[in-house]
């Protein structure tokens, strides 16, 4: 993408978004070099997301502070929210996007499949079935919220399969890297595309 001075416009959003439950601001770039400044009150995330930012080629900031006193759901919740809105307000019209990809990631013994459409259609398919309920004191049904609120306020359809694992951590950590290269692949911009690639004509 250009803009008037022949220079690559780059694909970036803020925004902050503030409740009785959290606080939290974020700034994302789809043009990035793999930098994540992460602080919030949720140590597993902060390490999967920092997975996703640096195999996805993005840039990602997040100050996050939520009611963690009760458990760590709102936090997790509202950050896959803002990163859904940020990215969504990033890709702006979607013109020369590729719009699809699907990527395998193995992590050790687990393999994890995310496939992406850019679509402008929220939709979420998730099968998963982790070992244990928790890593740490991070609760693996967090990884569904996350992904979820994710996609629907990103409007993406989201397909995430964890094909096999035995190590939770593992198994999770092969989702968030595979999320990372396969929306990088599906955000590049395709000299071949011309406009939106769609026979509707808009996404």
């Known amino acids: 993408m250009e803009n008037n001075n022949n220079e690559v416009a780059l694909r970036k959003a803020g925004l902050s978004r503030t409740t009785n439950e959290t606080d939290i601001a974020l700034t994302f770039a789809v043009d990035g070099s793999g930098v994540s400044e992460l602080e919030t009150d949720v140590p597993f995330l902060n390490h999967m997301l920092d997975l996703f930012t640096k195999h996805g080629q993005f840039d990602l900031s997040v ?22 809105q940020a990215l969504r307000e990033a890709l702006g019209d979607k013109k020369g996007i590729k719009r699809y990809a699907s990527v395998f990631v193995p992590m050790d013994e687990a393999l994890a499949q995310v496939v992406i459409d850019i679509s402008n259609r929220p939709h979420f398919e998730y099968r998963a079935t982790y070992p244990s309920q928790q890593v740490g004191s991070f609760s693996t049904e967090l990884v ?3 992904l979820w609120k994710f996609a629907l306020e990103a409007r993406i359809t989201l397909h995430v399969i964890v094909h096999y ?13 595979a999320l990372g290269r396969a929306l990088d692949e599906a955000t590049q911009v395709d ?5 939106v690639p769609s026979t509707k004509g808009v996404l």
């Not at 760590?72 to 859904?84: R, S």
């Not at 000299?191 to 406009?195: C, D, L, Q, T």
């Open 63 to 84: 100050q996050a502070r939520g009611d963690i006193d009760i458990d760590d759901h709102h936090t997790v919740e509202d950050i896959g929210i803002c990163l859904g």
């Open 144 to 146: 569904h919220e996350f």
């Open 165 to 177: 694992g035995s190590n939770t951590h593992h198994m999770i950590e092969a989702v968030f890297k």
């Open 191 to 195: 000299p071949r595309v011309k406009g």
